[in-house]
């Protein structure tokens, strides 16, 4: 099994919580067993580490060149401003997936942008929790 790493930064703890008409009802954990069971049917062994902090955001990017075949990363609010996280994945050697569950592009003007995509694989948004979903079968096509 190719393992992946799925990689949530700032608030995304409060998934269930925080704006639920935006990000859903469902927690992160409810939302990671669903990607953990989907990961298995395609072969996928799933680890999922979770960060308010930009730095253990990084630190995992780095760590994860060894022994991950890719990440799907959803780096919340980095995504808008984080060249220090746009840099850890230009820096290291397999692919990454951004994803968000709300459309950024249909949101806030500074959500429009994000620093970390030209340097991702892809980006999935848009798709509540089936953004993940979806990246895992990017993965498919991209390993």
Known sequence: MKKLLILNGPNLNLMGEREPGVYGNESLDDI???????????????HFFQSNWEGAVIDQIHEARNEYAGIILNA????????????????????????????????????HTSVISPVCAGSIVGFGKNSYLLALNAFEMLL
Not at 35 to 43: F, M, N, P, T, V
């Open 76 to 111: 919340g609010a980095l995504t808008h401003y984080s060249y220090a996280v746009r840099d850890a994945i230009a820096a290291i050697h397999i692919p990454v997936v951004e994803v968000h569950c709300s459309n950024v592009h249909a949101r806030e003007e500074f959500r």
């Open 32 to 46: 990671n067993r669903q990607i953990e069971q989907k990961g298995k049917e395609l072969g996928f062994e799933c």
